[in-house]
């Protein structure tokens, strides 16, 4: 059997590659996608954890599909927020957006 | 006698009544007015009339007065604390109710006629419409004077009845009623004319402010009078004369000293002190010195207003005062030392009967003469008063009332005749002086054949003021008088036997001057004078200033005392006292020197005025031989200006600058404003304070606050990725410090 | 009828009141209708006074102590254990005639108010349920309230409708008699709270027993501390020299119906005061601090009739009038507490107190009717001529004769004419008050000396009053005041006369026939003395 820590460094990976990912991409498309990616790894986790540590409980699938269903309500409101943004000023980089301030 | 009260109320309501009447219903008529007067003052006449007869007819009517009355104010919790009004007749009070309505209804029928009616003119001021304009420049304006010469019945009216209040009155307070409603009578009357102007005369006092002179002059003197009935109230629980002045108990009681403790005042008893009060209100009313300067100016009314105030009423009522508080003025005189109120009066009565005397020499206005002479009786009487001839002053008071009525009327009837002449020559096209002054007797002259009714009847009425013997009610009051002196009071004798001589000879000056001789001016030349209304009222009185005297003399006179039933008067008035005066034993002396007096006064006026009657623009005689005392007796010794100078102006200048000025607007209402300004400088510092300290510390800390976050608002960038990166920078240190918390220490 | 009788008072208190409300939603337009809707709504408290007045002579009841008329009592704030407690006696049924009498004859004189009609006639019905409650409660709470709901509508009558000067005016009379209930308040309440109740008929009786110390201070020099409180309210209120500053500049600003009742009721309330508060409360008080009183109120007739003379503003001049005869009031409330209320005392200096307090009384009543006619007339001839300058005025008899009569009559009446009502109190005044002093074992003579000075004053009120008639009706015609009436005629109406015509008959009948009004006030004043 594959040991529990080969899935945790899939997991560390794939949430790097998402953190990275917000940080230092510019269109907030990618950085919704790097999101996704991170919310992905924490599922990983959280399934091999439940896996491995209390196969009994249902634990662990419960939070992967909450984390789901979060992830894709989250997309479906960052993506729109994004449309009306692009909509009122014509740019979908991140940098340029920041009216959110004093 | 139970209708008593109903006449003796009706005898002073109806002329009141008459004044309600003329004043609401019939004033636009004068026709109407002078009915209404009419018929009040006649009613009024028979009334008095019938109740004389009822006191004549009353056996012992000192003893047993006739009286009614009523409670006028209830007081306290018993009926005797209450204060009571009603009527008294007592002989006292039937001489008064013989004379008062006697002149009362000769002066209406004469103000009828000389109160004719018409229109008037009026002097106006300020820009306007006006009818005319004078010689002098005055414009003046048309007034319909019917209602004015209505009014004027009013006031007469009014004036009558008020008079009669007081001689029927029972108590002081009454009395005192009636005695101010004069006083407004005679304001009201004697600025009648009151917007009449002197233009060319700047000095000569105006009727207004003549009429308000005589108000506030007596009324110097009713303010002690109203204290002195104040304190007889209060003292004896009563101010009916008869509880007092008839009852020796009260007389007694009063005669306490009144200050015991002041060391100034010692020697007072109440019943000088309040007699001495109640005198000040004597002095006033009737004009004796030092309050007699408002009298003469008195003369700007209407004649008829003099002869009301002289004669029947005003000044009579001060004398009458005085003769009927007599028991109180003298409680403790034991017939030899005078009480303090019979000195003082003594004193006063015979210093003003010379000093008004000597005024009257040397006044050139007909109605002046006589009110200097009304001054110089009244003196008389008010002597006679205080050395305690009773019934001599009641009997020149009544003689007096009837013969200077007489001689007002019938001044009043020269100066109507002369102005009618003025009149007459000024459509004959004769000019005269704009200050024509047709009072003035120097502008008169030879009227005797112009106006022979007037003329006679003045004589009567002269001779009789200077006490021509035997033949003229004067004489006998007069003598009565002096005879008491001189037996009693050789000073007071001496003093009004000058007085008496000066009387004579101004008398016999002014007969001179203006009915001897021939006229000095057109005016007189042309003066006439028909009106039977005005001449009827001067036969009537000169009737009785002939006869009235043979009601009071002296039992010892020869033939004559037998004949006229020894002295009844006397007897009648005397007995209004508690104890009846003894009467004088009969003597030559005083009637020959009275006599003598008399006879050399009117002797020598005869000899420098009617001998030789003055010409026109001739200078009066007596100014080459007095001399510059001449002027200052023409200037009344200057009392007016003193007066002013000491009373007058002081008291407007205190009450403007002192109490007005400097008190009110300065003194208080500067501290009203000194705390409302403190207190505004305080609410002032107080806002401060909020807003420098209270509201600084307040506003300081928010501040404080806001300008920290301001300084940290710069975090926030608004950029997502710099939130994220710092996000997860923290979390790295934050797992450092894990990893470093958990393993590696 | 039986339901009028039980709420008389009640009722005469507050009918103004209604009155004022329904006249608040008559429409504002409408002025004719307003103004004879308020006249006759203040006729309603006249008949009732009038009725008051006979079933108070068929069945007088002249005690308070013992029971007072009209009696009504009501829970009002059980917490203070302040009660609504009304009821009269010939004092305050005195009061209250005057008071309803002379409110419908300021309606009728208030005819030319022509401004803001409806708030004005609403205000002035306001005014007279405040006087009125103050006269009729007998409950220390209440009558504070009732007093202090007088000034308000009093403040802005003389604020909105008064002439140049009214902003001062009615600032300086508000604060100023706020200034004096302050300390009046204060010793209310230190009394009610101390005796555990606001009624007066209790209060009488107890508190002037009070002893021994309270929170720690002798009762005594608390007493005397509320005896000042007491006095200055009121003397402010009278107003008693050198309290009376205010009164001249409010009398003089305020509009004439305002002037009427100020003079001839506000001004009452401070005596009515002293008369129902004072003298029973602070008998001891009354009588140590009497001279002080009667020197001050002898400074208010003299320098009241001295400054009266100094005028040449005719309002102002009788407003000062107003200060020289509330003197005579004060001078005998004075010399009465002197004898003292319930203390011991010989037979006659009882006399005397009660002549004093009957002419106090009666010249309260007199100087409101005088007064009000007074200040009428002023108004008159101010609506008219358009000046109250007293040399821009002058001869105008002959061309408003009626005008010219009534004024004088009035101010004959005002002077103290004998026949007229005034003579009738002051002397009762000087009567009682002359002998105080002497029959006193002391020997103490102030009073004397006040009353002799007092002539001085009495002289210059002739002075004064001759004065004003001089410079407006007599003399010389003055063209300047019949230009200025712009072609109306100065003669009055017969509104006006009408308005005059109830004043001058009781100022000749109580003159020459007192005994009606004197039996029921001296009844009373009587069983204060007994």
């Known amino acids: 059997m594959i040991p529990l820590h080969w899935y945790l460094l899939v997991a560390a990976g794939m949430f790097a590659l998402g953190v990275y990912g917000v940080l230092a991409r510019r269109n907030m498309v990618a950085i919704i996608m790097s999101i996704e990616l991170m919310l992905n790894a924490v599922n990983i986790n959280l399934v091999a954890f439940w896996r491995y540590m209390a196969p009994e409980n249902l634990n662990g699938q419960a939070f992967a599909i909450f984390v789901f269903t979060v992830a894709a309500a989250e997309a479906a409101v960052g993506l729109a927020l994004i449309i009306s943004i692009y909509r009122a000023r014509e740019t979908v980089v991140a940098k340029e957006i920041d009216m959110l301030k004093w | 006698m139970e209708n008593i009260g109903l006449i003796a109320f009706l005898i002073p309501a109806s002329p009141l009544l008459a004044f309600f009447i003329i004043l609401l219903f019939t004033r636009h008529s004068k026709l109407a007015s002078d009915i209404v007067a009419m018929v009040a003052i006649l009613f009024t006449w028979v009334l008095a009339g019938i109740l004389l007869y009822l006191a004549l007819t009353t056996p012992h009517l000192g003893e047993e007065p006739l009286t009614a009355g009523l409670v006028w104010l209830p007081l306290g919790d018993a009926v005797t604390d209450s204060l009571r009004m009603g009527v008294l007749v007592d002989p006292l009070g039937a001489v008064m109710l013989f004379f008062v309505p006697l002149t009362a209804t000769m002066i209406f029928i004469y103000s009828t006629g000389y109160m004719a009616s018409g229109s008037y003119w009026t002097e106006v001021t300020g820009e306007g419409d006006h009818d005319a304009v004078d010689t002098a420049g005055r414009k003046l304006k048309k007034f319909d004077a019917t209602a004015w010469k209505a009014r004027f019945m009013a006031f007469i009216a009014l004036f009558a009845g008020a008079m009669l209040i007081l001689s029927l009155a029972d108590n002081l307070l009454l009395l005192f009623v009636g005695w101010e409603i004069m006083g407004l009578c005679s304001y009201l009357l004697i600025g009648f004319w009151h917007n009449r102007v002197y233009a060319n005369q700047p000095k000569r006092i105006t009727p207004m402010l003549a009429g308000i002179k005589a108000f506030m002059t007596t009324r110097v003197g009713d303010m002690p009078m109203l204290v002195g009935i104040a304190w007889l109230y209060s003292f004896t629980g009563t101010l009916n004369f008869r509880e007092i002045l008839y009852n020796p108990e009260v007389l007694e009681g009063l005669n306490v000293l009144a200050f015991p403790n002041v060391p100034a005042l010692a020697g007072v008893t109440v019943a000088g002190a309040i007699g001495i009060l109640l005198f000040m209100g004597a002095i006033g009313k009737s004009a004796q010195f030092p309050l007699h300067t408002w009298l003469p100016d008195a003369m700007e009314g209407p004649t008829p207003v003099s002869a009301m105030i002289h004669a029947a009423t005003m000044v009579s009522a001060g004398v009458y005062m005085i003769i009927r508080m007599f028991p109180l003025m003298s409680a403790g005189w034991d017939g030899h030392a005078l009480t303090l109120p019979m000195q003082v009066m003594a004193s006063v009565g015979a210093f003003t009967a010379l000093f008004a005397a000597t005024i009257a020499v040397a006044q050139c206005d007909v109605k002046k003469v006589l009110a200097y002479s009304t001054i110089s009786q009244l003196g008389y009487m008010v002597a006679a008063v205080g050395i305690g001839a009773y019934v001599a002053a009641a009997f020149h008071l009544m003689t007096h009332a009837i013969f200077k009525a007489l001689l007002f009327m019938g001044s009043g009837s020269i100066i109507h005749a002369v102005e009618h002449g003025e009149e007459h020559a000024h459509h004959h096209g004769h000019h005269f002086p704009i200050d024509f002054d047709a009072q003035d007797m120097f502008n008169m002259g030879g009227l005797w054949k112009r106006i022979p009714v007037t003329a006679w009847t003045f004589l009567i009425g002269g001779l009789a003021l200077s006490g021509f013997p035997f033949v003229t009610a004067g004489f006998w009051s007069k003598d009565e008088i002096l005879a008491d002196a001189f037996a009693h009071n050789p000073t007071v004798f001496w003093v009004l036997a000058a007085a008496a001589f000066l009387t004579a000879f101004y008398t016999m000056r002014q007969i001179g001057l203006t009915f001897a001789g021939e006229p000095r001016t057109h005016a007189a030349e042309e003066a006439t004078q028909t009106d039977w209304r005005m001449n009827l009222p001067l036969v009537v009185l000169a009737f009785f200033a002939v006869f009235a005297g043979y009601v009071g003399v002296h039992e010892g006179f020869p033939v004559l005392g037998k004949l006229l039933g020894g002295n009844f008067f006397h007897h009648f008035v005397g007995s209004t006292l508690l104890k009846e005066p003894e009467a004088l034993a009969f003597s030559w002396a005083p009637v020959l020197l009275s006599i003598g007096i008399a006879l050399s006064g009117l002797l020598i006026g005869w000899l420098v005025y009617v001998r030789r009657p003055l010409q026109a623009e001739d200078e009066d005689p007596l100014k080459k031989v007095l001399g510059p005392i001449y002027t200052l007796l023409e200037n009344k010794y200057y009392f007016d200006e003193l007066y002013d100078l000491i009373f007058v102006r002081p008291s407007k200048w205190v009450s403007e600058q002192i109490v007005y000025l400097l008190l009110d607007k300065q003194i208080i209402d500067g501290f009203l404003h000194f705390v409302a300004r403190f207190f505004e400088w305080l609410a002032f510092r107080n806002k401060d304070f909020d807003t420098y300290v209270v509201n600084g510390l307040g506003d300081s800390v928010a501040e404080g606050i806001g300008k920290t976050s301001d300084s940290f608002k710069y975090v926030q960038s608004g950029r997502i990725q710099q939130y994220m990166a710092i996000a997860i920078a923290g979390v790295l240190m934050l797992v450092g410090v894990f990893v470093w918390a958990l393993f590696l220490r | ?530």
């Open chain 3, 1 to 530: 009828m039986d339901f009028v009788r039980q709420n008389l008072l009640t009722l005469i208190t507050f009918v103004p009141l209604a009155g004022s409300l329904v006249v608040l939603f008559l429409p504002s337009r409408s002025k004719s209708l307003i103004r004879w809707t308020t006249l006759l709504i203040s006729l309603i408290p006249l008949g009732l006074a009038v009725q008051a007045w006979v079933w108070f002579n068929a069945d007088p009841c002249h005690d308070l102590v013992a029971g007072a008329c009209f009696e009504q009592q009501a829970t009002w704030f059980p917490l203070l254990n302040s009660t609504y407690h009304v009821g009269i006696d010939g004092i305050s049924l005195t009061m209250v005639l005057l008071t309803t009498l002379l409110t419908p004859l300021a309606i009728i004189i208030s005819w030319s108010v022509d401004d803001r009609v409806k708030l004005y006639m609403a205000l002035f019905l306001m005014l007279e349920m405040g006087m009125l409650g103050v006269f009729v409660s007998l409950d220390l709470l209440i009558f504070f309230v009732f007093w202090e709901i007088g000034l308000v509508p009093m403040y802005f009558l003389i604020n909105i409708w008064g002439s140049a000067n009214r902003q001062y005016a009615s600032f300086k009379f508000f604060i100023y008699t706020m200034a004096g209930s302050l300390g009046l308040l204060l010793s209310i309440q230190l009394i009610g709270l101390t005796m555990g109740t606001f009624d007066l008929r209790e209060l009488m009786v107890r508190w002037p027993a009070l002893t021994g110390k309270l929170i720690g201070i002798d009762v005594n020099v608390i007493k005397n501390v509320a005896f000042w409180l007491f006095t200055l309210a009121f003397a402010i209120k009278v107003p008693v020299w050198p309290f009376h500053t205010w009164l001249p500049d409010a009398h003089t600003e305020a509009p004439t119906a305002g002037s009427m009742i100020l003079a001839g009721v506000l001004l009452k309330l401070g005596a009515y005061g002293f008369l129902r508060l004072v003298l029973p409360f602070f008998p001891q008080q009354a009588h140590d601090f009497a001279p002080v009183l009667a020197v001050l109120a002898m400074l208010a007739i003299v320098f009241g009739a001295l400054s009266a003379f100094a005028q040449t503003d005719f309002k102002r001049l009788v407003a000062y009038s107003s200060i020289n005869h509330m003197g005579f009031v004060v001078l005998a409330i004075a010399a009465a507490g002197w004898v003292g209320l319930g203390a011991q005392y010989e037979p006659q200096s009882r006399l005397n107190a009660i002549i004093a307090v009957n002419g106090a009384v009666l010249q309260m009543f007199n100087h409101g009717l005088s007064a009000a006619a007074m200040f009428a007339l002023v108004g008159m001839i101010y609506e008219r001529a358009h000046t109250r300058d007293l040399t821009r005025l002058g001869g105008l008899w002959p061309v408003a004769p009626i005008y010219g009569g009534i004024l004088l009559f009035s101010s004959m009446a005002s002077l103290g004419l004998p026949g007229l009502n005034g003579f009738v109190s002051e002397f009762l005044v000087v009567r009682g008050v002359w002998p105080v002093g002497q029959v006193d074992q002391n020997g103490t003579s102030v009073f004397v000396l006040m009353v002799a000075l007092s002539m001085v004053g009495l002289l210059f009120t002739g002075a004064y009053i001759l004065k004003a008639v001089r410079h407006v009706l007599h003399g010389p015609l003055n063209r300047e005041a019949v230009e200025m009436a712009h072609g109306r005629s100065l003669e009055i109406n017969a509104r006006e006369v009408i308005a005059m015509a109830p004043l001058l008959v009781l100022m000749l009948v109580i003159g020459v026939f007192p005994s009606w009004l004197v039996e029921v006030i001296n009844q009373t004043v009587t069983k204060l003395w007994s």
